[in-house]
């Protein structure tokens, strides 16, 4: 086993067959010893059996000149993973939030550079408390935009506290009285929680890494969460089950989010360089309201995106809150970049701003799809 620390970060392989199952007994003294340096390992297949890249938890190396990433906390989130992942390539610190709307409002304010925020999930469906901060009905994030996306495989574990279950899944007596997890992670799991967790009280936390911690510290009822491997290993609790997600390829895309004023972001450090930047698509969001009172409204402002070439891939809505049954209207599109197409969305914004009774571009993006 080798540790390599490089700039405060950590590369670390541990070389030998795994055995079934995960972890293998030096891959678990591994991360047991990275635990104090605050560091979350993430298992990559190598050449000669198993390899564990570890990247700090809570940055230690704090200074101005390093690009400052918000996410959702606790370290050991999915959030935390998307950020670490997508910022790789940087030497950015990485700062847990306790909720999305303080990640939104540490861009706002230029606390942090970026946000790495979950915007939809594969299984679930959209992230309704992502589209209502983006709704921005007070006007609270006027200077952020989206600058990027990032896909993440999302593989969820049932969590238990240390010791409680020796015998494992196998095992299982039906004793679990309390399950916790974020809001996106039931629908993810609905199979497990139908077949084996009916009638079981779920609570919402604030993250997923936050329910692990929860369990870790339960004393006075049978309690479990739904969390990732690491945040088991960074709370210290057992994997009770591993894989419990409905599908395999359980995806969450998360939008990488900036303020438009600030100008050491514009770069976009994030990003790998593009040999061939014409063949990746283009995406942009944008938010709008119409009148709902005239028919083709929507029609007629979703007709703008055809005239313009953009190529229309998601809508959802929110409630506009100012009055029942009306909507602010989400849409994404995209567009392969050429010289023909290179003011479409300035005149798709344009058109939209006369049909509609307010319009406001989110920004445009890579495709990390067609990248
Ligand atoms: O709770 C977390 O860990 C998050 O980062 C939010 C989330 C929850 C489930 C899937 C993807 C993101």
């Given amino acids: 086993?080798?540790?390599?620390?490089?700039?405060?970060?950590?590369?670390?392989?541990?070389?030998?067959?795994?055995?079934?199952?995960?972890?293998?007994?030096?891959?678990?003294?591994?991360?047991?010893?990275?635990?104090?340096?605050?560091?979350?390992?993430?298992?990559?297949?190598?050449?000669?059996?198993?390899?564990?890249?570890?990247?700090?938890?809570?940055?230690?190396?704090?200074?101005?000149?390093?690009?400052?990433?918000?996410?959702?906390?606790?370290?050991?989130?999915?959030?935390?993973?998307?950020?670490?992942?997508?910022?790789?390539?940087?030497?950015?610190?990485?700062?847990?939030?306790?909720?999305?709307?303080?990640?939104?409002?540490?861009?706002?304010?230029?606390?942090?550079?970026?946000?790495?925020?979950?915007?939809?999930?594969?299984?679930?469906?959209?992230?309704?408390?992502t589209l209502d901060l983006l709704a921005d009905r007070s006007a609270l994030y006027t200077d952020v935009e989206v600058c990027g996306e990032y896909y993440l495989t999302v593989h969820h574990c049932l969590l238990v506290r240390k010791g409680t279950y020796p015998s494992g899944w196998a095992g299982y007596d039906g004793s679990i009285t309390k399950l916790y997890t974020h809001p996106q992670a039931w629908g993810q799991c609905e199979n497990l929680l139908s077949q084996h967790f009916k009638g079981v009280e779920r609570q919402d936390v604030s993250s997923t890494s936050k329910a692990a911690e929860i369990v870790s510290k339960e004393t006075g009822e049978q309690a479990a969460a739904i969390a990732s491997k690491f945040a088991a290993e960074y709370h210290g609790v057992d994997i009770l089950k591993e894989n419990i997600e409905d599908r395999a390829d359980n995806t969450t895309r998360f939008l990488i989010l900036r303020n438009t004023r600030v100008e050491r972001t514009a770069q976009l450090e994030f990003e790998q360089a593009s040999t061939s930047p014409a063949a990746t698509t283009r995406k942009t969001l944008i938010s709008f309201a119409i009148d709902h009172s005239s028919p083709g409204a929507l029609a007629n402002a979703l007709l703008i995106f055809k005239a313009h070439g953009l190529n229309l891939t998601s809508i959802n809505t929110r409630p506009s809150l100012k009055r029942a049954w009306q909507y602010i209207f989400f849409v994404e599109c995209g567009r392969t970049p050429s010289d023909e197409n290179k003011e479409a969305v300035l005149k798709a914004l344009e058109g939209l701003r006369a049909e509609t009774e307010f319009v406001r571009d989110w920004g445009s993006w890579k495709d990390q799809l067609s990248a």
């Fill in 1 to 129: 086993m080798t540790v390599n620390s490089k700039r405060g970060e950590f590369a670390l392989f541990v070389v030998g067959i795994p055995a079934r199952g995960y972890p293998h007994r030096s891959a678990q003294i591994a991360m047991r010893s990275l635990r104090p340096l605050n560091t979350i390992v993430r298992v990559v297949r190598a050449s000669r059996g198993l390899s564990l890249q570890a990247y700090p938890a809570i940055d230690t190396k704090m200074s101005a000149d390093r690009l400052k990433v918000a996410f959702l906390g606790p370290p050991a989130s999915f959030s935390h993973q998307a950020a670490a992942e997508s910022f790789e390539k940087t030497d950015a610190e990485l700062l847990p939030h306790v909720s999305f709307a303080d990640a939104f409002t540490a861009v706002q304010h230029q606390v942090a550079d970026y946000a790495v925020i979950p915007f939809e999930n594969s299984t679930n469906g959209s992230v309704v408390q």
